[in-house]
């Protein structure tokens, strides 16, 4: 899962973008309004977290440019404490919740599970697909109650495709989903996550679509082993 942070604040933004980086997303950061207006519009992102006292372009721009070209994605403003008419104003431009400042890290955390299941129609923090069992809360995953230890981008690949089992996912979409901006990619890597993911989870659970892209299955997976791959 990939993740936009619109924070002019740098230390703010710098913490952040490592919560956010050591839960297990990819992210991107961005330090004012007109930048963040296009990425948010150019970039495929599964949330945003928009603060409204931005350089160039305030918060509420920003959000009201996106609902008017029809972008959809999840939004998470910023407020600051007691400012009430920022949340109502916030809500009326399209955002999907709010924070106010100062705020815990965890309930952001939370906060930003909740809106990405619910833009992919989960209920539950747990996901369980296919035999599979992933807890967004805190990025473990298992098969048949057993813990597989996977990689940083493992986890991206396997979050993404159970957020959408059933789906045919290509891997441009992946690429695009697990990687920030300034990451250098390349298209062969998704294969290997693929495989490893075969190897530790079972080889039926990731279904390849020849010429299309990936699925995930929903019927019962054989556990695979649980070792380690390299990030």
Same mark, same amino acid.
């Given at each position: 899962?990939?993740?936009?942070?619109?924070?002019?604040?740098?230390?703010?933004?710098?913490?952040? /973008?490592?919560?956010?980086?050591?839960?297990?997303?990819?992210?991107?950061?961005?330090?004012?309004?007109?930048?963040?207006?296009?990425?948010?519009?150019?970039?495929?992102?599964?949330?945003?977290?928009?603060?409204?006292?931005?350089?160039?372009?305030?918060?509420?721009?920003?959000?009201?440019?996106?609902?008017?070209?029809?972008?959809?994605?999840?939004?998470?403003?910023?407020?600051?404490?007691?400012?009430?008419?920022?949340?109502?104003? /916030?809500?009326?431009?399209?955002?999907?919740?709010?924070?106010?400042?100062?705020?815990?890290?965890?309930?952001?955390?939370?906060?930003?599970?909740?809106?990405?299941?619910?833009?992919?129609?989960?209920?539950?923090?747990?996901?369980?697909?296919?035999?599979?069992?992933?807890?967004?809360?805190?990025?473990?995953?298992?098969?048949?109650?057993?813990?597989?230890?996977?990689?940083?981008?493992?986890?991206?690949?396997?979050?993404?495709?159970?957020?959408?089992?059933?789906?045919?996912?290509?891997?441009?979409?992946?690429?695009?989903?697990?990687?920030?901006?300034?990451?250098?990619?390349?298209?062969?890597?998704?294969?290997?996550?693929?495989?490893?993911?075969?190897?530790?989870?079972?080889?039926?659970?990731?279904?390849?679509?020849?010429?299309?892209?990936?699925?995930?299955?929903?019927?019962?997976?054989?556990?695979?082993?649980?070792?380690?791959?390299?990030?």
């Amino acid at each position: 899962m990939r993740l936009l942070v619109v924070e002019d604040e740098p230390t703010l933004a710098e913490q952040l /973008g490592e919560a956010l980086a050591e839960a297990g997303y990819a992210v991107d950061v961005s330090g004012d309004g007109e930048d963040a207006a296009y990425r948010g519009a150019t970039e495929p992102y599964d949330a945003i977290v928009l603060d409204l006292g931005l350089p160039r372009l305030d918060g509420l721009s920003v959000l009201r440019r996106w609902r008017t070209e029809l972008i959809d994605v999840p939004v998470l403003v910023l407020t600051a404490r007691g400012e009430w008419h920022e949340k109502v104003d /916030g809500m009326d431009a399209g955002a999907d919740d709010y924070l106010a400042k100062p705020f815990r890290m965890e309930e952001l955390l939370a906060r930003l599970r909740a809106l990405i299941r619910r833009a992919s129609g989960s209920a539950s923090a747990v996901l369980e697909r296919g035999g599979v069992t992933l807890d967004t809360r805190t990025a473990r995953v298992s098969v048949a109650d057993r813990p597989v230890r996977l990689t940083g981008h493992e986890y991206r690949v396997l979050s993404y495709l159970m957020h959408h089992a059933g789906e045919i996912v290509s891997r441009s979409e992946l690429i695009d989903h697990i990687y920030a901006q300034d990451f250098d990619r390349d298209s062969n890597t998704i294969e290997v996550f693929i495989r490893r993911l075969r190897s530790k989870l079972g080889g039926e659970v990731i279904v390849t679509e020849r010429g299309f892209g990936y699925r995930f299955a929903v019927h019962e997976a054989v556990a695979g082993n649980n070792g380690e791959g390299d990030d």
